[in-house]
């Protein structure tokens, strides 16, 4: 069905500032693991709600982004109608959402991208310009479009290479001599943003696997690459992966090998800064990472410069960072015992 909605033309600068902020509500949706899409409610010039989709964390069918803001806004004004009010959102709206707004009254509903398989805006049905119900919204469509569609296709491609990252994670065989933590030891954490990938292809890993977090999988060639302390792993940068999570940025933070999700040879003598800084060269050139910013405590300064003499010119600046504390149940969740831990013993060693 043809979409009544308004698609083509320049889009106010006005309209365009009340999306962006619906943007960073997808953003925060994502963050959270929640399909990015975000919603604001506007009176009169005024932000008088706002949200995203919450249905997985609330258990809620209903809590989409629209519902969310509207709740809100209706809240805030006292008045289930709004009927001098605006609502802007990054994704054509639902049956379920396009009914609500149409029973609010909302004088003008605004979207980002469309929605093939679901939309009620003229995707698959057009609610809004059928004539037999009591009330007529104005619509507008494609405010920001891409930016909003390049959100979604981002999230979803993380889920798929989510679930890509399963499969190696299964399949690859541990080395006799290496241990792997336990999954069970990580169920009690909070998940941590961005995408959780796997790999064990590189020459100098000779088959230890190695744990990663990445924040647009696939994407900028230009990117920070976070690395732990001595005593930490990737979930120290939790903050750094939130904010660029939600800036469009593109952060890596590796688990050394011998820390956090990634295996954990057995014997000290295995390490070595050398070797460390040769798997991770191999490791940002595969991600096809060309202008890497190091982001190190200044106890790591050691194998960022050794890493930095490997890799070239892909790395292009060491900054030094020093994360937030993590608790101690995150900080020694990937060593449940001694055995785990000898790269702990390693890298004490080297800095002392």
């Not at 707004?101 to 980002?112: E, S, T, Y």
């Not at 060491?318 to 101690?328: F, G, K, M, Q, T």
Request: proline content about 5%; hydrophobic content about 40%; some cysteine.
């Amino acid at each position: 069905m043809h979409c009544r909605a308004t698609m083509s033309g320049p889009t106010s600068p006005t309209d365009e500032h009340w999306m962006r902020l619906a943007l960073a509500q997808a953003c925060a949706a994502g963050a959270a693991g929640e399909v990015p899409v975000g919603a604001v409610v506007v009176q009169r010039g005024a932000l008088v709600g706002q949200g995203h989709n919450a249905t997985i964390v609330g258990n809620d069918p209903s809590a989409h982004a629209e519902i969310v803001a509207l709740r809100q806004a209706a809240e805030r004004l006292g008045n289930y109608r709004l009927p001098d009010c605006e609502l802007f959102v990054t994704l054509e709206p639902c049956v379920m959402c396009a009914g609500t707004m149409l029973h609010a009254r909302l004088k003008r509903v605004v979207f980002g991208a469309t929605d093939p398989k679901t939309g009620a805006a003229g995707s698959v049905l057009d609610l809004f310009s059928n004539t037999l119900l009591n009330h007529q919204t104005q619509l507008q469509g494609g405010v920001l479009q891409q930016p909003c569609a390049d959100a979604l296709q981002q999230f979803f491609s993380a889920q798929r290479h989510r679930l890509a990252t399963h499969r190696v994670q299964t399949a690859s065989t541990l080395r006799q001599d290496a241990l792997r933590t336990p999954a069970r030891c990580f169920e009690h954490l909070r998940a941590l943003p961005g995408s959780s990938c796997l790999l064990h292809d590189l020459p100098a890993l000779n088959g230890l696997r190695l744990h990663y977090q990445d924040t647009l999988v696939g994407g900028d060639a230009n990117g920070v690459v976070g690395l732990h302390g001595a005593r930490d792993w990737c979930v120290a940068w939790r903050h750094e992966l939130t904010q660029a999570l939600v800036q469009g940025r593109r952060l890596v933070c590796p688990d050394l090998i011998g820390f956090g999700q990634s295996d954990k040879p057995k014997k000290m003598s295995a390490h070595s800064l050398a070797w460390h800084a040769s798997y991770l060269a191999q490791w940002i050139e595969q991600l096809g990472l060309t202008r890497v910013t190091l982001l190190v405590p200044a106890a790591m300064q050691a194998l960022a410069h050794e890493l930095q003499r490997v890799a070239g010119e892909r790395i292009q600046g060491i900054d030094l960072h020093e994360p937030a504390p993590v608790s101690e149940q995150e900080r020694d969740a990937p060593f449940p015992d001694n055995g785990h831990r000898a790269a702990l013993r390693a890298f004490a060693k080297w800095l002392s």
